[in-house]
T-cell receptor, first 113, second 111 residues
């Protein structure tokens, strides 16, 4: 069974540029999460989807970040415009249902210069 | 908001020694999960604890959930080089099911 797929794996952009990350969760998983992980820190939740509904986006900086999960499967996370402080690893995870164990993708390492 | 604290931040051991990491929450948790992240990798689920006072074992790993459901620990017996990585606890409390991760304990093992 394929795991959570993310692309790209690495991205380097200049500040003020837009960037987008893509995630394909494990087939059949109802819940999808986007996390941000800084070096030496644990993952921090940005947004959680149940099917196509964003049920927890309280930590998403909505002035520059947006996300969508069309048809309740794949998801994209966008930053526009990127700032230097956005440099981090962006992790996508999925679980069969909210509260179950989460399966993480390999992450996208974003560097903003 | 809910805070989850882990100690120690780093632990270096000789292969064969035991290792323990502790997790404390500012609020009562409904459940706690443990994840392992190898260097350069992504978090991998280890276990979930739900009941007060629960103890679960996975080979050399022993996980405990405190009686008050505000703390947890992970103990590794006779560490091996394959145990190297960062161990995260993540707690969930309340009705929103949000998982709050601790900062993790980085374990290094000297062969």
């Amino acid at each position: 069974e394929a795991g959570v797929v993310q692309s790209p794996r690495y991205k380097i952009i200049e500040k003020k540029q837009p960037v987008a990350f893509w995630c394909n969760p494990i087939s059949g998983h109802n819940t999808l999460y986007w996390y941000l992980q800084n070096l030496g820190q644990g993952p921090e939740l940005l947004i959680r989807y149940e099917n196509e509904e964003a049920v927890d986006d309280s930590q998403l900086p909505k002035d520059r970040f947006s996300a969508e999960r069309l048809k309740g499967v794949d998801s994209t996370l966008k930053i526009q415009p990127a700032e230097l402080g956005d440099s981090a690893v962006y992790l996508c995870a999925s679980s069969e249902w909210t509260g179950n164990e989460q399966y993480f993708g390999p992450g996208t390492r974003l560097t903003v210069t | 908001g809910q805070q989850v604290m882990q100690i120690p931040q780093y632990q270096h051991v000789q292969e064969g020694e035991d290792f323990t990491t502790y997790c404390n929450s500012s609020t009562t948790l409904s459940n706690i999960q443990w994840y392992k992240q190898r260097p350069g990798g992504h978090p991998v689920f280890l276990i979930q604890l739900v009941k007060s006072g629960e103890v679960k074992k996975q080979k050399r790993l022993t996980f405990q959930f405190g009686e008050a459901k505000k703390n947890s620990s992970l103990h590794i017996t006779a560490t091996q080089t394959t145990d190297v990585g960062t161990y995260f606890c993540a707690g969930s409390g309340g009705s929103n099911y949000k998982l709050t991760f601790g900062k993790g304990t980085l374990l290094t093992v000297n062969p």
